[in-house]
């Protein structure tokens, strides 16, 4: 079984930072693909930022220059920094393990995806 659990949100004033964790529990072998999506009221959940297992980066272009997605992989965990926040920044952040491996009951490993934590509210004061 697979859970995603985010962490890190908060209330921080415009210009601060935030960094929030995405921690993957189970059998997992591999955090694979991952991505940060962002809800905000009257708008539909959009990517945030999206990191895959050979490095590959992308970024919506309302938070370029100001956003960083990691991951460390020894903790099956991924991380948002957040720097230069905007009242616009805020809403609720989800993970989503787009892509990950996992054991199977038989002790093999199994590609699994798309799982999603509960989100993560993020409030920007300007």
């Known amino acids: 079984q697979v859970q995603l659990v985010e962490s890190g949100g908060g209330l921080v004033q415009a210009g601060g930072s935030l960094r929030l964790s995405c921690s993957v529990s189970?059998?997992?072998?591999?955090?694979?693909?991952v991505a940060w999506h962002r809800q905000t009221p009257g708008k539909a959940r959009e990517l945030v930022a999206r990191?895959?297992?050979?490095?590959?980066?992308n970024y919506a272009d309302s938070v370029k220059g100001r956003f960083i997605i990691s991951k460390e992989n020894t903790k099956n965990t991924a991380y948002l920094q957040m720097n230069a926040l905007k009242p616009e920044d805020a809403g609720v952040y989800y993970c989503?393990?787009?892509?990950?491996?996992?054991?199977?009951?038989?002790?093999?490993?199994?590609?699994?995806?798309?799982?999603w934590g509960q989100g993560t509210r993020v409030i920007v004061s300007s």
């Open positions: 990191l895959t297992s050979e490095g590959s980066i």
């Open positions: 989503n393990a787009e892509e990950l491996t996992v054991y199977s009951e038989y002790g093999i490993p199994d590609p699994e995806s798309d799982y």
């Open positions: 189970g059998t997992i072998i591999s955090l694979d693909v």
